[in-house]
């Protein structure tokens, strides 16, 4: 299945002083979004309690948040624990009314009983267990783990290509890659969308997506070089694109299907995942057309970085 003719000829390569600067701007604002208005943080990151409760009969999600609100505990998130009769409830202690933290203190018996009381003005059979305190310190820790494992990533995927391809190629997917992160960032930050370990996960999950593409069209441009002896690297970087752009789409499209079944589909848990990945998708899909070749070009890859150490051989000479 072909979107774009396999041969077809559009000189991505030409609008690369445009789309190189519209991705720099990009970056910037997105630093000065994070900057400024920061990431709206989750109760996994910023600490908070947590409380079991469980049903003698089946309860939806979305009643038992609006029996907590009525009950005055303000923003809670509610998560079912693989069944209908049992949730885990999240909320800042501030948003308690009936229970302020004093000095850093929690009274989790007093938090219990305000909770199991909203919960039981509308279903009687609500029973609260297992309440728990996670502190800021912990989510902090988690926010530095969040940055570490995604460093990580993208080092590893850096020496991954600078071993199978080139250290050329290795730096310019390193540049992309940075690119989507922040520009991604920006855009949950710009948004205020609440930052959680889902989010986390699919952010790390964008990184994998995008150098997946990039990988593709690195491929098809070293296959190009060692074929196309004579053709000057901007030919070759811009053949590779158009040959490469049927398959792009199509997955970025399949992908961006399966993400927003999961959205409309999965419950809230797992909306803050599906679209970050969304908005992931859109990005790692244009920087790898409009960015990440326009890059190699100016890191001045060419045919002699790839080709293979081999004697003069008159039949390579002959090819165009």
Not at 52 to 63: I, M, R
Not at 95 to 109: A, I, M, Q, R, S
Not at 137 to 142: D, P, R, Y
Not at 258 to 270: N, Q, Y
Request: aromatic share 8%; glycine share 8%; charged share 20%.
């Amino acid at each position: 299945m072909e979107i774009f003719n396999h041969n077809s000829n559009i000189h991505f390569l030409g609008l690369r002083r445009y789309t190189i600067g519209l991705a720099i701007i990009l970056v910037i604002a997105s630093i000065v979004l994070i900057s400024v208005r920061g990431l709206n943080y989750g109760l996994d990151f910023t600490g908070g309690i947590s409380v079991q409760a469980q049903y003698s009969q089946p309860v939806q999600t979305g009643k038992v948040r609006d029996a907590l609100v009525k009950g005055g505990i303000e923003d809670p998130v509610v998560q079912s624990l693989g069944g209908t009769r049992q949730v885990l409830i999240r909320f800042q202690p501030k948003d308690d009314t009936h229970n302020v933290p004093k000095d850093g203190k929690v009274n989790l018996d007093l938090v219990a009983a305000d909770v199991a009381k909203a919960l039981q003005a509308v279903r009687p059979d609500a029973k609260v267990v297992s309440p728990s305190y996670q502190s800021p310190q912990v989510g902090a820790e988690l926010r530095s783990s969040g940055v570490y494992a995604a460093v990580f990533v993208i080092i590893g995927i850096g020496l991954y290509l600078w071993i199978r391809f080139e250290r050329r190629f290795a730096i310019a997917a390193l540049v992309t890659e940075v690119h989507d992160v922040l520009v991604t960032l920006g855009v949950i930050a710009l948004v205020q969308r609440q930052f959680d370990l889902t989010v986390l996960a699919s952010v790390l999950a964008v990184i994998g997506y995008s150098i997946n593409d990039k990988v593709v069209v690195f491929d098809r441009i070293r296959e190009l070089f060692r074929l196309a002896r004579k053709a000057e690297p901007e030919e070759v970087l811009n053949r590779s694109i158009n040959s490469t752009l049927s398959r792009t789409i199509i997955t970025s499209l399949f992908t961006g299907i399966a993400m927003a079944a999961l959205f409309f589909f999965g419950g809230p848990s797992v909306h803050g995942f599906a679209v970050t990945m969304l908005i992931g998708i859109v990005v790692g899909t244009l920087s790898s057309i409009f960015v990440a070749s326009p890059i190699l070009l100016w890191l001045g890859v060419s045919k002699k970085d790839l080709m293979p150490v081999t004697k003069e051989n008159p039949e390579l000479a002959r090819r165009p």
